[in-house]
């Protein structure tokens, strides 16, 4: 949002090319704020891609470089993180312990974010998949890159737990907000995760529809002494909307199905009923434009529908959107699936998507129509997705 620009510690935006140029995705990062780089806005103009990841940063963890800008990348797998890891500077040694050489030799900045992709990757691994190699044709799979995310999230809260208390200050926050977000060129898997059992986790929504088109900008009535008719009609006038500024977007919906599925840490728009909240503590699929909801079953998990949670912690942390949105329900416009919990493979644990970031899935979007970058409207930590 350029009237109230926050996340300006650098930027990246990540998209999936021709296959004849490789699996592997195209990232451009940025130390700068991304409403102040111009080449941003000319190449966002001419590139088109089936798969976007955006990113806009706020440090929490590690300082400014291009380093430590999101997505991730390792071979066809992209990565994104919004959020922080409870306890971290415990946390770091032992799960950078934990990993085999090849993904501790790959972590090249020096955020959170990143060690929790090695993280992923070393599951992914362990899980009998080479994260660096060439997926084929069919990819991993979105039940893969799931299992791995659920598996990932639990070796987080293991080690948390490790912790002794005598090392724990009072000052210290062990709780952790993780939304996170991975793909390989084809499916997606989010998360919008908390650990604790009262918290309410970092906002995530989704909205899908037939086309994702710029607003039309109204154009004021001019009055002028020539004019015959000095008589202004402010019931006319008020139907002209002087609100539309530049990357003022819409999704539409001509039919039941959904050629454009957009993830991203708050609303993107205006017309927040066409957003969707991701429920807390659970992982968002999208796979052949169909979203999927499955919740994370584990001991911060809370079956019930009408539990509230509270805000504090994520608001201090500047990561609630305010503002309505849809809930899932019989409502809700777009096409979801929401399925039972993920209870086998990896030891059974779960995963999240973006800091302030946006995921955008689509058949040909150009990256222009995104508008994540210049609409994060509140201060994320970390980078964040």
């Not at 990561?319 to 979801?336: D, M, R, Y």
């Amino acid at each position: 949002d350029r009237r109230r620009p926050h996340n300006g510690d650098g930027f990246g935006v990540g998209y999936y090319t021709a296959p004849a140029l490789g699996p592997e995705p195209c990232i451009f990062t940025s130390t700068i704020p991304a409403w102040n780089c111009i080449n941003l806005e000319r190449l966002a103009s001419k590139t088109v891609s089936k798969l976007v990841f955006a990113h806009v940063r706020a440090t929490t963890e590690g300082n400014l470089s291009d380093s430590n800008c999101h997505p991730f990348r390792c071979g066809s797998l992209m990565w994104m993180h919004n959020g922080g890891i409870g306890s971290w500077r415990h946390v770091k040694r032992r799960l950078a312990a934990s990993l085999g050489d090849e993904w501790f030799l790959g972590v090249q900045g020096s955020t959170d974010s990143e060690w929790a992709f090695a993280l992923f990757l070393d599951s992914l691994h362990k899980a009998g998949y080479d994260p660096s190699g060439d997926a084929g044709e069919g990819g991993f799979g979105h039940t893969v890159l799931r299992k791995a995310m659920l598996k990932t999230i639990e070796r987080i809260n293991a080690f948390i737990a490790e912790i002794p208390a005598h090392l724990k200050g009072a000052d210290e926050d062990a709780r952790s907000l993780l939304n996170f977000a991975v793909t390989y060129g084809h499916s997606v898997v989010c998360t919008r995760y908390v650990s604790s059992r009262t918290d309410e986790a970092a906002s995530l929504f989704f909205s899908s529809g037939t086309s994702w088109r710029e607003q039309k900008k109204a154009t004021a009535p001019q009055h002028t002494s020539h004019h015959r008719n000095h008589n202004i009609n402010n019931d006319n006038d008020s139907k002209h909307d002087y609100r539309g500024d530049k990357g003022d977007y819409q999704m539409e919906r001509r039919d039941k199905g959904a050629d454009i599925v957009l993830v991203a840490s708050e609303p993107l728009t205006f017309e927040r009923d066409n957003w969707v909240t991701v429920p807390t503590n659970s992982t968002l699929t999208i796979h052949k434009q169909t979203v999927m909801i499955h919740p994370i079953l584990d001991d911060f998990y809370n079956p019930s529908p009408s539990y509230l949670r509270s805000s504090q912690f994520a608001e201090t942390q500047g990561q609630i959107s305010t503002g309505p949105a849809s809930t899932l329900g019989i409502e809700t416009k777009a096409p979801v699936a929401r399925t039972g919990a993920l209870g086998e493979g990896f030891g059974g644990a779960a995963t999240p998507a973006s800091e302030s970031g946006a995921v955008v899935s689509s058949p040909g979007l150009a990256m222009e129509k995104l508008e994540a970058l210049d609409r994060s409207r509140k201060r994320d930590p970390h980078s964040q997705p």
